[in-house]
């Protein structure tokens, strides 16, 4: 495992942001054990923000306390993806379905979106996820309502979510091309119908849940 020195003033922050991106890199896998002094010498800090970030991943179940010392990665079973899933369609449908019910110059906002942020992703899984994720907020955004765009930011900060994702990009070329990707979704959006566009997003949303089983 291979994490970088950090050099920053909040410490635990950047430990805990340091690790999660260590989860969708692939550097941290399942059946990883996590030793607190172990990690405060090689990210160069003392054990106490160490010890807050391993805290603050355990109590969002990105890690379990190990037999012994220190943590461990669990395994991410079908059921956890399955129940990441199941929200995720119901959040992300009910935002098609509103923005659809809006002018279609919205949709036009939400194409230009993609365009770019598949111009700026890189090619790491940590790039592919980051840029799969602002597009899908997109959509949220456009659909007004901020209660559902606080549950989807809860949801894709969620270490289930990171973990699923760091899994399936660490072994898949994750080039991503989020206008064809989203091609469907785009297309039942501009069509102003709410329930048909809610009805693509689901399916769309559970195509990912057949990628990550398939994987």
């Not at 079908?78 to 509103?98: F, K, M, N, P, S």
């Not at 919205?106 to 790039?127: C, T, Y």
């Not at 799969?132 to 007004?144: C, F």
């Not at 994750?174 to 048909?196: F, K, N, S, Y």
């Amino acid at each position: 495992m291979a994490l970088r020195r950090i050099e920053a003033s909040s410490l635990a922050s950047a430990a805990y942001e340091h690790l999660t991106e260590a989860l969708l890199s692939g550097e941290l896998s399942p059946g990883d054990r996590l030793v607190q002094d172990v990690l405060a010498l090689r990210l160069g800090i003392s054990r106490t923000p160490v010890r807050e970030a391993l805290q603050r991943m355990e109590r969002e179940g990105t890690i379990r306390a190990a037999s012994g010392r220190g943590y461990v990665v669990p395994e991410l079973t079908r059921a956890d993806i399955g129940h990441l899933y199941e929200v995720r369609e119901a959040v992300e449908g009910q935002a098609a379905r509103l923005v659809a019910a809006r002018a279609a110059a919205s949709v036009d906002d939400i194409e230009g979106a993609l365009q770019r942020l598949s111009a700026a992703a890189g090619h790491s899984g940590r790039d592919a996820f980051h840029a799969n994720r602002l597009a899908h907020r997109a959509i949220l955004e456009s659909a007004g309502n901020p209660i559902l765009l606080e549950m989807f930011d809860d949801l894709w900060g969620r270490s289930v979510t990171l973990r699923a994702w760091g899994d399936y990009y660490a072994s898949v070329d994750a080039a991503i091309d989020l206008v064809t990707e989203h091609a469907d979704v785009l297309a039942a959006l501009r069509g102003g119908d709410p329930d048909r566009a809610g009805a693509v997003m689901v399916a769309h949303v559970h195509k990912g849940l057949t990628r990550h089983q398939d994987h």
